[in-house]
T-cell receptor, first 112, second 114 residues
Framework: DGGITQSPKYLFRKEGQNVTLSCEQN?????MYWYRQDPGQGLRLIYYSQIVNDFQKGDIAEGYSVSREKKESFPLTVTSAQKNPTAFYLC???????????FGNGTRLTVT | GDSVTQMEGPVTLSEEAFLTINCTYTATGYPSLFWYVQYPGEGLQLLLK?????DKGSNKGFEATYRKETTSFHLEKGSVQVSDSAVYFC?????????????FGKGTKLSVIP
């Protein structure tokens, strides 16, 4: 079955450490997205990529970095510069034009 | 810029009650409108969509009508079940923006009690 796989489901890190969240899709979608979800704030766009080797900042990109070396993969690195990294992170992909987003099941990151 | 405003929750209903979750939007162009649902511990799933004025999206007993004159896309269901307990997100996709990015509302948590 086609879909988006995020791993791990839960991730714990100490403050000051960088951490990379994995996102893989086998839907053959060109566009991929990273969102952050906090209670009461809905979804906020971190980064997105519409094609391999290209990506753009979203609304809250500071403290995050991404790469898009393969169509199937869009990993997100949460750096030590991110002031409040504890959150639920959602990866999504999208087909051509105005088609709906497909979401992974998320990674819950806790930084202490 | 584009924005989506949906009613704040949480909303608590008894089983078989009628559900309405209000959603209004602001957009520069002619957006497509979506409702997504998020069950506990999971990502979001598309519930329904409408791409032009007066379109009605429907799925699993849920309905929403694209009302351009009131810039609204309210979600309704005639008889909710316990299994409908989830967080519901209204969203728009504005083609004028060029990149088809989605703008989401803040979500409305629905709890249905037996």
């Amino acid at each position: 079955d086609g879909g988006i796989t995020q791993s791990p489901k839960y991730l714990f890190r100490k403050e000051g450490q960088n951490v990379t969240l994995s996102c893989e899709q086998n839907l053959n979608h060109d566009a991929m997205y990273w969102y952050r979800q906090d209670p009461g704030q809905g979804l906020r766009l971190i980064y997105y990529s519409q094609i391999v080797n290209d990506f753009q900042k979203g609304d809250i990109a500071e403290g995050y970095s991404v790469s898009r070396e393969k169509k199937e993969s869009f990993p997100l690195t949460v750096t030590s510069a991110q002031k409040n990294p504890t959150a639920f992170y959602l990866c999504a992909s999208r087909g051509q034009g105005d088609s709906p987003l497909h979401f992974g099941n998320g990674t819950r990151l806790t930084v202490t | 810029g584009d924005s989506v405003t949906q009613m704040e929750g949480p909303v608590t209903l008894s089983e078989e009650a009628f559900l309405t979750i209000n959603c209004t939007y602001t957009a520069t162009g002619y957006p497509s409108l979506f409702w997504y649902v998020q069950y506990p511990g999971e990502g979001l799933q598309l519930l329904l969509k409408a791409t032009k004025a007066d379109d009605k999206g429907s799925n699993k007993g849920f309905e929403a009508t694209y009302r351009k004159e009131t810039t609204s896309f309210h979600l309704e269901k005639g008889s909710v079940q316990v299994s409908d307990s989830a967080v519901y997100f209204c969203a728009l996709s504005d083609q004028e923006a060029g990149s088809y990015q989605l703008t989401f509302g803040k979500g409305t948590k629905l709890s249905v009690i037996p």
